[in-house]
Nanobody
Framework: VQLVESGGGMVQPGGSLRLSCAAS????????MSWVRQAPGKGPEWVSIINTGGGSTYYADSVKGRFTISRDNAKNTLYLQMNSLKPEDTALYYC?????????WGKGTLVTVSS
């Protein structure tokens, strides 16, 4: 199993970024997938989850209305569209496979929101 995140970077408050997570080594379409983030000096925070078909999504209150999770099962890729970014969104963002808990994680992509 391999999960590789990309798309992070530095953005000003109010800006947008789109994260991607390329999955390999397993049948991507058979697993729910999540995004999790960890801000500097803090513990991991679950951000969002999407079911296998992409029809059901859930979000943490802190990102609801600003972030959108999606997936392309044909491309084995998970996405996180992040809009109206705030400084408190600064964190390392991970994608994770869901199998009675998050059993595999990527290495993360860093998002920095700063003016």
């Amino acid at each position: 199993v391999q999960l590789v995140e990309s798309g992070g970077g530095m953005v000003q408050p109010g800006g947008s970024l789109r994260l991607s997570c390329a999955a390999s080594g397993f049948t991507f379409s058979k697993y729910d997938m999540s995004w999790v983030r960890q801000a500097p000096g803090k513990g991991p925070e679950w951000v969002s989850i999407i079911n296998t078909g992409g029809g059901s999504t859930y979000y943490a209150d802190s990102v609801k209305g600003r972030f959108t999770i999606s997936r392309d099962n044909a491309k084995n890729t998970l996405y996180l569209q992040m809009n109206s970014l705030k400084p408190e969104d600064t964190a390392l963002y991970y994608c994770a496979r869901e199998d009675d808990g998050m059993d595999y994680w990527g290495k993360g992509t860093l998002v920095t929101v700063s003016s």
